[in-house]
């Protein structure tokens, strides 16, 4: 199996937007991106119980001069979403990348709700919605995103479709 090179790509993105702390509940979606923030000595992997922790985690680290990032999934968006007032309403910036569910060869129902919803529940609640659909855009978006992010002290949102980051296939 080769590297997965727009994961790769993804991470030197997020170095270059000097991004150091990565929180993330655990995600098959982003275990790239999990193992990569690990390895890496100028960033601090923090695993979360809940993806709400990850939205006070962003804010705490642009109190304290840092930038982060959320890792989560489209099912988590939910868990955030009183949270997500947090830095709309004090203008900090927020990063987040979501792995998509419920679209693209989905063999679990119950992600579809959320995974149809995610989109128009981040509008609403006030977060910028972007969507990487190909490899050879994502690390791209990534960066526009983060740049949009930290320099206008917006909440963005980069939805990792599906079909990017692969079906999860149901084993028996």
């Not at 655990?26 to 709400?52: C, K, S, W, Y």
């Not at 304290?64 to 489209?74: D, F, H, Y």
Request: aromatic content about 6%; glycine content about 8%.
């Amino acid at each position: 199996m080769s590297e997965p090179v727009w994961q790769d790509a993804v991470f030197v993105a997020l170095e270059r937007a000097q991004v150091r702390q990565v929180g993330y509940v655990p995600d098959a979606g982003h275990a790239r991106l999990i193992e990569l923030a690990h390895a890496d000595a100028d960033m601090h992997a923090v695993v979360l119980t809940t993806e709400e922790e990850g939205v006070a985690l962003a804010a705490g680290a642009w109190l304290g001069g840092q930038r982060a990032v959320l890792l989560m999934q489209s099912s988590g968006v939910g868990n955030c979403i009183n949270m997500l007032s947090l830095p709309v309403n004090c203008r900090m910036p927020f990063l987040t990348l979501v792995t998509m569910r419920g679209e693209w060869g989905e063999f679990n129902p119950w992600q579809v709700p959320m995974g149809s919803a995610t989109p128009a529940v981040l509008t609403a609640a006030g977060v910028h919605v972007r969507r990487a659909d190909s490899a050879d855009d994502v690390a791209e978006i990534v960066a526009a995103s983060a740049a949009l992010a930290f320099d206008s002290a917006v909440p963005v949102a980069v939805l990792l479709s599906q079909r990017l980051i692969g079906a999860k296939a149901f084993v028996k």
